[in-house]
């Protein structure tokens, strides 16, 4: 049985949460790939949101069992908090959410790190979320890093040790002005670990590979997007694991001919959180209004997000790095009421029409060549089926199709599980 992928395609908060949840009826096994807890997986349904940030999007529902994947980092104190909110709707997560061992935790001086780093970075920080991803992929990456199943071992807190007296250096080094309690934020996390160890650790590629012989129905969930990659994303300004497809191979021990369907995530607009280039960003009443109705605020950090037009040089990009085969797009409702619509279909490069994504896509370099399309002023949150879609909206999914060669197989015209329209 093969694995289907699913995965944001733009620069996250696409809604990948939204469409997990749409989607675990028909799957048996829910795995997120990579990412941390910087990611903020939003869901709503019967008038509750939910947001969660490590755990999978198929945690609702009774039929799935839910995989913390190798290519995760976990940070035990807010993966506590995450699982008693979740208990606090009364779900038993004791069998149904398993944790791979080769996860790498995130150490409380990981977080300091990253805010050490970000502050000594001053005007060119990275906008990261200060969850201490990039420093936890760091030690990953550098061989030093402590694992999910380390904590079975006798000697794990000396090696955590060694670990944090390590990062105290590297803070020092820093010279920046950053106030902590390192006792107390040990506390928090020696504590936390109990909550952790309360579930099941697993090998979790063997556990998969033999779900796959069993004829199992696997999702993968990404998080993130695909531009933020940290090799084919906006560098630096991009988060530390792989967003694409192919992280979906290292972050579960997924061999690259198990995956069937690659399911790619856009918004009818494009948004940003964090610093970067972002070649169609509005600064005008457009992008506010974006922002306003979409209530474009990071389900992580709360921060304002950064508004655009669809830019179909970078979509494209994105889908041909990810062998997407479906596409789902978000949020046309938030589109309702604009008189005209821009896509942009090309860039001016340095004086140079071109259609593909250059090394170097920052303000001064590219300016987006726009196609103008006829909004739509109807409300579409209330909408059920693709037969009462607007021509106008019908008119820009059929452009999008024929531009990105790929068929939009979901409409989303609201935030509730309800309001998923399929095609
Ligand atoms: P980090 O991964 O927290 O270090 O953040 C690196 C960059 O990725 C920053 O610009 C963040 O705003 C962005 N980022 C990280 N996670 C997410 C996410 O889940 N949604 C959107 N942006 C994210």
Redesign the pocket.
């Known amino acids: 049985m093969a694995v289907d992928l699913l995965l944001g395609l733009q ?3 696409e809604g990948k949460g939204k469409i997990v949840d749409v989607l675990t009826k028909d799957y048996d096994i829910i795995a997120r790939f990579q ?1 941390g807890p ?3 997986h939003t869901l709503e349904f019967d008038g509750i949101k939910h947001v969660l940030h490590t755990i999978p999007s198929g945690i609702f529902h009774k039929n799935a069992v839910n995989v913390v994947g190798n290519g995760v980092v976990i940070d035990p104190v807010i993966f506590k908090k995450e699982l008693q909110a979740l208990e606090g709707f009364g779900l038993d997560l004791s069998s149904t959410l398993l944790i791979s061992r080769k996860a790498h935790l995130i150490l409380p001086t990981h977080r300091l790190l ?1 805010a050490a780093s970000e502050t000594a970075k001053g005007k060119a920080k ?6 201490g ?2 420093p936890t992929y760091m030690d990953k990456t550098g061989r030093n890093g402590l694992r999910v199943g380390d904590l079975e071992l006798d000697d794990w807190k000396e090696k955590y040790r060694a670990l944090a007296n390590k990062h105290e250096a590297m803070i020092n080094f820093y010279n920046v002005d950053i106030q902590y309690n390192l006792a107390e934020l040990e506390a928090d996390f020696f504590d936390s670990i109990g909550a952790l160890k309360a579930l099941p650790f697993i090998d979790s590629e063997e556990y998969l590979h033999q779900a796959q012989k069993a004829g199992k129905k696997i999702l993968a969930e990404g ?3 695909s531009l ?1 990659d940290i090799d084919f994303g906006t560098y630096p ?4 694991s792989n967003t694409t497809a192919a992280g979906a191979c290292t972050g579960l021990g997924v061999a690259p001919n198990r995956i069937k369907e690659v399911m790619g995530i856009f918004k009818a607009y494009t948004t940003r ?4 280039p972002f070649p169609t960003e509005l600064f005008d009443q457009d992008g506010e209004t974006m922002g306003r109705v979409g209530n474009e605020f ?1 389900a ?1 950090t709360g921060r304002p997000r950064r508004c655009g037009w669809l830019d179909l040089v970078a979509l494209k990009y994105a889908v041909n790095i990810n062998g997407v085969t479906q596409l789902m797009m978000m949020k046309g409702d938030v589109l309702s009421g604009f008189e005209k619509l821009k896509v942009c279909t090309a860039y001016n490069y340095k004086g140079n029409k071109i259609t593909h994504l250059p090394y170097n896509i920052e303000a001064q370099n590219v300016t987006p060549i726009y196609t103008e399309m006829d909004g739509w002023q109807e409300d579409l949150t209330q909408m059920s089926a693709a037969a009462q879609l607007p021509k106008a909206l019908n008119d820009y999914i059929a452009f999008l199709e024929a531009e990105l060669q790929v068929p939009i197989k979901i409409v989303s015209v609201g935030p509730d599980r309800k309001q998923t329209i399929h095609r």
């Open positions: 620069w996250g908060d990412g910087n990611a903020g990253d990275i906008g990261s979320t200060l969850k991803i990039g998080a993130q997007g933020l300004f991009v988060t530390s959180v964090g610093s970067g990071g992580t």
